[in-house]
Nanobody
Framework: QVSLEESGGGSVQAGGSLRLSCAAS??????????MGWFRQAPGMEREGVAA???????SLADSAKGRFTISKDDAKNTLYLQMNSLKPGDTAMYYC?????????????????????WGQGTQVTVSS
């Protein structure tokens, strides 16, 4: 059974930092072979793609995340990370990690939630002004 478990969320003041982690288990293929993504969803809003990383380490970032967030992974630990710096109140949301292997570890539709097969339960990030 595939499981993605996020951790690292919390409450911080604007300008602060958080590092989210997503531990994967039960995957049907090697962790390396998955496109891994981070999404977020604020109340009343659609789920939006924040960042994604391909099997070779190539990354994609939403415009809102560029210059502030960094996505990375440790294939040996089956773990995905999202380093978030200079946080803003607008970053407040539930953050989810997701995995998909349809494209052999590439992420051609990285920002589309329907491209992903597996999802975690989410971790809450709250940024106060």
């Amino acid at each position: 059974q595939v499981s993605l478990e996020e951790s690292g969320g919390g409450s911080v003041q604007a300008g602060g930092s958080l590092r989210l982690s997503c531990a994967a288990s039960g995957l049907l293929a090697r962790f390396y072979d998955y496109c891994m993504g981070w999404f977020r969803q604020a109340p009343g809003m659609e789920r939006e793609g924040v960042a994604a990383i391909e099997s070779d380490g190539s990354t994609s970032l939403a415009d809102s995340a560029k210059g502030r967030f960094t996505i990375s992974k440790d294939d040996a630990k089956n773990t995905l990370y999202l380093q978030m710096n200079s946080l803003k109140p607008g970053d407040t949301a539930m953050y989810y990690c997701a995995a998909q292997s349809w494209f052999g570890g590439r992420c051609p539709r990285w920002g589309s939630a329907d491209a992903y097969d597996y999802w975690g339960q989410g971790t809450q990030v709250t940024v106060s002004s």
